[in-house]
C-alpha cells in the first residue's frame, strides 16, 4: 500500500504517521485503527489512536485512494468502500451522527459499489445457510416483530406498475424446481402444518373465509374457468388421478383413529356443510333466484346429456367388447362406480387410458383404425 503515490494516500499516511509520533490529552475520546486494513492484509498489529474525525477521515481517504489506484470493481476497493459506508452507521457507541450530507451522499455512492456485482462464493453461501440453519426467534422476539409490524402503512395501497409485473414474470419464466427443492418443500409444509397448535389452525381458518377471503364477491370468468377445466382434464389424464389417489390411501392409512373419529366428526351430521342444503339453495343464497334457476337448468341438462350417452368398452387389445346405451348400465355390469367410468371417458378425450382393464368411451374411437367390424 505504500507504494500507491496519488493525493488521497499521501494524506492518508500523512496522517497516520503524525498519530504514532503524538501524545494526546487526557480525557480525549480516540479510536484505534489498523493502519494497514485488517480486511486486506489480514490481522496485524500495526494500531494508530485517532480521534473520531480522524478515523472517519482515513477511511475516506483509503476508499478514494484505492478506487482511484485500482479502479471501482477491484476487491481492495470494494472493502473499503464497504468500511467507509460503516463508519457512516449508528451504533450503541457512535449515537451522533458524525457526517454531513456531501459525506452521506458519498457514503451511498461507496455503499453502492462495494455491491453492486458482488459476487459470493459457493463456501460462503455454505457458511451463511449453515448459520441460518436452526435458528428461530424467541417469543419475546416474534412479539416484538408482531408490536413493530402493526399499522405499517409503508406499501399499503401501492401496486406494481404493469411494466414491474412484466419483468417480475420475465425473471420467474424457466425456473425450474429440483427433486430435491420440492421434497425439502413438501417436509418443510407438512412439519409446519402438523405443528401448529389448534388456536393458530382457527385463526388461519377464520382468516380466509367469509368476507376475508380474497375472492369472496368475485367470479372467474368463462375463460379461465375453461382453462382450468382442461388443465384438469390434462393432468388428470397424464395420471394425476393416480398420484391423487395415492396420496389419499396413504394419508387415511396413515391416520390414527383419533383422527379418523375427528374427520368423520367433522363430517357427519350437522357438521357437514351440506347438511339439509341441496345445491339449487346454496346457488340461490350465493347469486339469486333468476341465476340459481339458470344454473339447475344448465346441470340438469349436463346430467341428461351425460347419462344419455353411450358408453363403449374395449379390451386391453383395443377390441370393443360392449356397448351400452348410458352408463348406469356400463356401471352395473362392471360393478363399478359411475362416476368412475364417466372419469376414464373423459380421460379418454385427451389421453388413452385403461382403468381396471378396460377402457370406456363416449365414442368408437377405434373404429377408424379398422379395430373394430
Given amino acids: 500500500m505504500t507504494d500507491i503515490n496519488n493525493k488521497y494516500m499521501k494524506m492518508y499516511w500523512k496522517i497516520c504517521n503524525i498519530a504514532k509520533d503524538r501524545t494526546l490529552p487526557e480525557g480525549t475520546y480516540i479510536e484505534r485503527h489498523h493502519v494497514y486494513p485488517k480486511s486486506i492484509y489480514g490481522a496485524n498489529k500495526d494500531l494508530v489512536k485517532l480521534t473520531a474525525k480522524e478515523h472517519y477521515m482515513v477511511h475516506l481517504l483509503l476508499w478514494k485512494g484505492l478506487r482511484t489506484e485500482y479502479g471501482k470493481s477491484d476487491i481492495k476497493s470494494r472493502k473499503m468502500a464497504s468500511a467507509f459506508c460503516m463508519m457512516n452507521m449508528k451504533s450503541k457507541y457512535h449515537n451522533n451522527c458524525r457526517y454531513i450530507s456531501k459525506d452521506f451522499a458519498l457514503a451511498r455512492v461507496a455503499n453502492y459499489e462495494a455491491n453492486k456485482n458482488k459476487i459470493v462464493s459457493e463456501e460462503t453461501k455454505k457458511k451463511i445457510s449453515s448459520k441460518a440453519k436452526g435458528r428461530k426467534h424467541s417469543d419475546e422476539s416474534n ?19 404493469e411494466e414491474t409485473k412484466k419483468q417480475m414474470s420475465l425473471s420467474r419464466k424457466g425456473r425450474i424446481t429440483t427433486d430435491e427443492s420440492k421434497k425439502k418443500l ?3 409444509h407438512k412439519e ?21 377471503n380474497g375472492m369472496f364477491g368475485k367470479h372467474l370468468s368463462e375463460e379461465s374457468l375453461k382453462k382450468i377445466k382442461v388443465k384438469q382434464e390434462t393432468w388428470y389424464a397424464n395420471g394425476g388421478k393416480e398420484i391423487l389417489q395415492k396420496i389419499q390411501k396413504d394419508k387415511w392409512e396413515n391416520m390414527s383413529e383419533e383422527d379418523h373419529q375427528k374427520h368423520r366428526d367433522r363430517s357427519s351430521g350437522k357438521n357437514n356443510g351440506m347438511y339439509g342444503k341441496n345445491l339449487y339453495d346454496i346457488w340461490k343464497d350465493k347469486y339469486g333466484k333468476d341465476i340459481a334457476d339458470e344454473k339447475m337448468e344448465k346441470f340438469k341438462n349436463d346430467v341428461s346429456k351425460i347419462r344419455s350417452n ?42 388413452e387410458t385403461f382403468y381396471k382393464g378396460f377402457l370406456f368411451s363416449y365414442k368408437d374411437i377405434y373404429k377408424e383404425e379398422g379395430s373394430l367390424s
Fill in 310 to 351: 353411450k358408453i363403449y368398452v374395449y379390451d386391453t387389445d383395443k377390441n370393443l367388447i360392449d356397448i351400452f346405451e348410458n352408463k348406469i348400465k356400463a356401471s352395473e355390469k362392471y360393478c363399478l362406480s359411475e362416476t368412475s367410468i364417466q372419469d376414464n371417458c373423459r380421460s379418454n378425450k385427451i389421453k
Fill in 192 to 212: 409446519y402444518w402438523e405443528n401448529m397448535d389448534e388456536g393458530s389452525y382457527q385463526n388461519r381458518c377464520e382468516n380466509v373465509t367469509g368476507e376475508k
Fill in 143 to 161: 412479539r416484538k416483530l408482531s408490536e413493530r409490524m402493526k399499522g405499517n402503512s409503508y406499501s399499503l395501497g401501492n401496486h406494481h406498475t
Fill in 186 to 188: 413438501s417436509v418443510s
